[in-house]
Structures are given as C-alpha cells and as structure tokens.
C-alpha cells in the first residue's frame, strides 16, 4: 500500500469528516436539550404568571397615568404573562409605587424605623406595605423575569448549537469529497 502524501491527505481528510460528523450530532443533542430547557423555563413562567392573574391598569385610567408611566403604556390592560412584562410591572409599576410610600426609603430603612418606634402606627402600615410591594416585586423579578431570560438564554444556545452543527456538516462534506479525489 503506497502511502504518498496524496494518500495521507485524503486519510486526513476522510478521518476529519467523520469527526465534524460526530460533534455536529453531539452539537445536536446539546441544542436540542438547551431548546428543551428553554421552552421547559419559559412554559413554566408563563403558566406561574397568568395563575395569578396580575394586570396592568387599563389605557386611559388613573392608576398608569401617562406622565407617570410612559414606558409602561404599550402594556395597558395587558395581563402580565412573561418575563419581559414581569420586569416592567415589577420595576416599571410597584416599584415606582413603592418610592412614594415613605418618601424613597426602603423597606429595611423602615423597618429599622419600626422597631424603634414601635406605637407609630404609620411607621407599621409602611413597613408592611414596603415589605408586601418588595416580596411581590422580588418574586415578579426573579421567579418571572429571571427564569424567563435563562429560557431564552438556553434557546439562543440551542440555536448557535443547531448552527454550528450545519457549519460542521458542510465541512464534513467539504472534508468527504476531498478524501474522495485522487
């Protein structure tokens, strides 16, 4: 068996061919388990969310006041179903709220407040609210936003998966004919 440079060539290219085949089908499997995971993440938020029912006040009313609310009014009487809705009511909406509530401070300056004045009725009433409209807002942004944002993260990975599986085909082709000619 004549082993020319020809011959090594082609061997080369025939053996890289097979490996381009085996990692785009690894690349596959990969894809298709981050596109899973995806979809798992966002179905998961998306059910959580319209469960409770939560919707942003009706175009036109009182409670999204244009000058208050700019950003938030593409999304008047919307129900909030994923992430993206989910941070704009969580930061757009209770949070702007809750700065009005004890003129900016936050639940745990309040609640620093509270203990130390215990009888202050008014005191209590904030740090209850502050404490209500932050777990709310915290649960909107981390279990909706956060989750919802690593199920697109897994999809974008799946994509680039799927793409650099079909670059790895081409190339196991290009690699395939190339071990082919004399």
């Known amino acids: 068996m004549a082993n020319t440079k020809n011959d090594r060539k082609r061997m080369?290219?025939?053996i890289y061919?097979?490996?381009?085949?085996?990692?785009?089908?690894?690349l596959l499997v990969i894809g298709g388990v981050f596109w899973a995971a995806g979809n798992f993440a966002k179905s998961q938020v998306k059910t959580q969310l319209s469960a409770q029912?939560?919707?942003?006040?009706?175009?036109?009313?009182?409670?999204?006041?244009?000058?208050?609310?700019?950003?938030?009014?593409?999304?008047?009487?919307?129900?909030?179903?994923?992430?993206?809705?989910?941070?704009?009511?969580?930061?757009?909406?209770?949070?702007?709220?809750?700065?009005?509530?004890?003129?900016?401070?936050?639940?745990?300056?309040?609640?620093?407040?509270a203990m130390k004045d215990p009888k202050n009725t008014a005191l209590q009433q904030q740090k209850q609210t502050l404490f209500q409209g932050e777990t709310l807002r915290g649960l909107l942004l981390?279990?909706?936003?956060?989750?919802?944002?690593m199920g697109v993260l897994a999809q974008y990975a799946a994509w680039a998966c799927f793409v650099a599986a079909g670059c790895l085909v081409l190339i196991a082709y290009w690699q395939a004919t190339r071990s082919k000619k004399a």
């Not at 939560?54 to 179903?81: H, N, T, W």
Request: hydrophobic residues 40%.
């Open 12 to 14: 080369a290219a025939g």
């Open 17 to 26: 061919a097979r490996l381009s085949l085996v990692v785009a089908a690894v």
């Open 53 to 113: 029912n939560i919707y942003f006040p009706d175009k036109g009313s009182a409670a999204l006041d244009p000058e208050e609310f700019p950003d938030l009014q593409k999304y008047a009487g919307q129900r909030v179903d994923d992430g993206v809705k989910a941070q704009a009511y969580a930061d757009g909406f209770i949070g702007r709220h809750l700065k009005n509530v004890a003129a900016g401070k936050t639940y745990s300056e309040v609640s620093a407040l």
């Open 142 to 149: 981390g279990d909706g936003y956060g989750y919802w944002t």
